[in-house]
């Protein structure tokens, strides 16, 4: 058993600290501290000795140093029991310590808030660290503790057996070191992220620091364990307000729909179904967009995560609370629209907080990670242009940029049709572009719209001219694509036999 004898304490969350000191203290522990932590519990009435009378040295530099002394370290890492160790000790008079409870500068918690990189700066723990890894690389021998959480079940141990075990204090350890690897690595995030930003600058060593927010219902399926990840400081980006827990798939959907909805700035409506838009539309009002998102496929609707990029009204929520959904999603609700999903008990109801625009996206691949540049959103790019010899007209040209906005978030092959600002049909995820193709005309004919006139967005190339013949034989007026085939030729020149107007936009947009 590891038995206290003196513990240093110096924490920036005070959070039951005082509880913990006095503790310690009535099992007549030694307890040096420093600066506010020394101030806070001198005012409780606990005896404390300051550390500068442990190192003969004040604290300096506005309490940039104030542990960083021999007789600090050398405390805290002898090991016990060596003779060595022991003489080194006793020829400098230094004494051990045997419990170190620290936590760091809240250097994530100012960065997530934007402050001033002077202020971020100065949040740079530089002693706090250097405490828990020479605590932590000791563990047998003294009990390194990160977490307010682990006080009062640290004092019970040591009411109960009188020491600490080495269990014990091999877990703290552990935790301290996840710790100290995570705070690190959002300090390298945060330097990172004020470089100049170039296409090639991925680093060389990826760094992911992330604190479990929350146990999820299940993972994809419910013999499937999962759990919500985010960048320590900042927290879940919503709020729920009603509703059964989100699960895994909810919050896959609830991102690849937040990631379309950045594509626009009027009023839209998105449905999401596992990952793909099933329907979209952008309108001049709320409740006209979220009509014209269900009516885009209806049956697909069933069950699926719906979201808004403006506050949620009451007409609208008594429209959705009509059908099955999963989760609806809005900046703001109004307060009647809250009250029309009164009845609604498994709904998941969200507040949105702001989106942040990923710049680079991560997933897990072959045992290591990929790792790319995000596909930036907005538009048609700048480097478009009509191939064909008929131009799309206006109306054309701002459906063809909303339905290639769309297109960059379908799975890969993806082919959408479009009018008016609103989705009428879209293939997703086959093998076969010209499967999307018909996929996306079939459930266009399933909700009884009308194609003639629409327009047909492709996130790749057309291999063949098949496609562009079988949007001729619909009536497409004008179809956007990346180009880039070595059969662009034909099917530029099947274009222009149906009298249709193409766009090359010169970009893939493979969502895979």
Known sequence: MIRITCALLSVSDKRGVVAFARGLA???????????????????????????????????????????????????????????????????????????????????????????????????????????????????????????????????ELTDTGG???????????????????????????????????????????????????????????????????????GEPWTQLGGKDVSYNNLLDLDAGLALLAEFQDPTAVIIKHNNPCGAASAATVPLAVERALAGDPLSAFGGVVLVNEALDADSAHRLAEIFLEVVAAPAFEPAALEAFAKKKNLIRLQLGPYLVPSRLVRTALGGALVEEADPIGGLPLETRCVTRVEPTTAAWHDLDFAWRLCKHVRS??????????????GAGQQSRIDSVEIALTKAARSGHEVKGSVMA???????????????????????????????????????????????????????
């Open 164 to 234: 600490i075990s080495p269990e014990t204090s091999g877990r703290l350890a552990a935790k301290v070191f996840r710790r100290t690897s995570g705070y690190d690595a959002a300090i390298a995030a945060y330097f990172d992220g004020t470089k100049p930003a170039a296409v090639t600058d991925l680093p060389a060593k990826l760094l992911i620091n992330l604190e479990q927010l929350r146990a999820l219902r299940y993972g994809e399926n419910p013999h499937q364990s999962a759990a919500f990840y985010a960048a320590p400081g900042r």
């Open 458 to 512: 492709s996130d790749a190339f057309f291999p063949f001219r098949d496609s562009i013949d079988r949007a001729a034989a619909v009536g497409v007026a004008a179809i956007v694509q990346p180009g880039g085939s070595v059969r662009d030729e034909e099917s530029i020149e099947a274009a222009d036999e149906a009298g249709i107007a193409m766009l090359f936009t010169k970009r893939r947009a493979f969502r895979h």
């Open 26 to 156: 009535d099992r007549r522990v030694e307890i040096i501290s420093t600066g506010g932590t020394a101030r806070a519990l001198v005012e409780a009435g606990i005896r404390v000795a300051e550390v500068s009378t442990l190192t003969g040295v004040p604290e300096m530099l506005g309490g940039r140093v104030k542990t960083l002394h021999p007789a600090v370290h050398a405390g805290i890492l002898f090991r016990r029991g060596r003779a060595d160790d022991e003489a080194a000790m006793s020829s400098q008079g230094f004494g051990p310590i045997d419990l170190v409870a620290v936590n760091l500068y809240p250097f994530e918690a100012a960065a997530a808030r934007g402050a001033g990189r002077g202020e971020v700066v100065e949040e740079i723990d530089i002693g706090g660290p250097a405490l828990l890894r020479s605590a932590a690389k000791n563990h047998e021998h003294v009990v390194a503790v990160c977490d307010p959480d682990d006080y009062e079940r640290l004092l019970a």
């Open 413 to 426: 092959n993806a082919i959408v049709f479009a009018r008016d600002r609103m989705l009428l049909g879209a």
